[in-house]
T-cell receptor
Framework: AQKITQTQPGMFVQEKEAVTLDCTYD???????LFWYKQPSSGEMIFLIY??????QNATEGRYSLNFQKARKSANLVISASQLGDSAMYFC??????????????FGTGTRLQVTL | DGGITQSPKYLFRKEGQNVTLSCEQNLNHDAMYWYRQDPGQGLRLIYY???????QKGDIAEGYSVSREKKESFPLTVTSAQKNPTAFYLCASSETSGRLRNIQYFGAGTRLSVL
């Protein structure tokens, strides 16, 4: 069984500042993948970034980076140079190797990010 | 444009009625998924399908049914047995492979309300 915990229900950040969204996880799978999705008010879930449990380096995708600390079981999302368009819900999710060939994901409860002027 | 189309965007259900949510994808993905999202909560898996004519229950399948007769289509029926159907429903698809980095791509969702 897998569990994702996002303890920040809401966050505020000023435009152009960096922000860190927290995610901790629990799993008994030796190999797993961690995902972050963005959900704007329109509702669609947009994939942002992926980190594999055995990846040597922390993942980066443009302004998004993942601060992966395996020993602490944390996979925090860092958004640099925040923009007004970053205001949305952000979900952390994971998949273990034992879920088989389908990409069954377990999601956290999300963090609502509000970017202010 | 490749993607996932969900319809309708808004749906209303009367007491005792079955309603069907449509999900179509043109990404040539083998796997498809249905999630339910309630306010303040994450997504919970209802059903998923890895191949045509096969599907499995997720964590909250009671009161729902699905079919997978075509690779592109994975409709979800919310039956009258589902006593609390008001929620936002998201459909997703992905490749099927042993790779952990299997990205799920989502549609824009259907918001279901009870009249």
């Amino acid at each position: 069984a897998q569990k994702i915990t996002q303890t920040q229900p809401g966050m505020f950040v000023q435009e152009k500042e960096a922000v860190t969204l927290d995610c901790t996880y629990d799993t008994s799978d030796p190999s797993y993948g961690l995902f972050w999705y963005k959900q704007p008010s329109s509702g669609e879930m947009i994939f942002l970034i992926y980190q594999g449990s055995y990846d040597q380096q922390n993942a980066t995708e443009g302004r998004y980076s993942l601060n992966f600390q395996k020993a602490r079981k944390s996979a925090n999302l860092v958004i640099s140079a925040s923009q007004l368009g970053d205001s949305a819900m952000y979900f952390c999710a994971m998949r273990g190797l034992n879920t088989g060939t389908a990409s069954k994901l377990t999601f956290g409860t999300g963090t609502r990010l509000q970017v202010t002027l | 444009d490749g993607g996932i189309t969900q319809s309708p965007k808004y749906l209303f259900r009367k007491e005792g009625q079955n309603v069907t949510l449509s999900c179509e994808q043109n990404l040539n993905h083998d796997a498809m998924y249905w999630y339910r999202q309630d306010p303040g909560q994450g997504l919970r898996l209802i059903y998923y399908s890895q191949i045509v004519n096969d599907f499995q229950k997720g964590d909250i399948a009671e009161g729902y049914s699905v079919s997978r007769e075509k690779k592109e289509s994975f409709p979800l029926t919310v039956t009258s047995a589902q006593k609390n159907p008001t929620a936002f429903y998201l459909c997703a698809s992905s490749e099927t492979s042993g790779r952990l980095r299997n990205i799920q791509y989502f549609g824009a969702g259907t918001r279901l309300s009870v009249l």
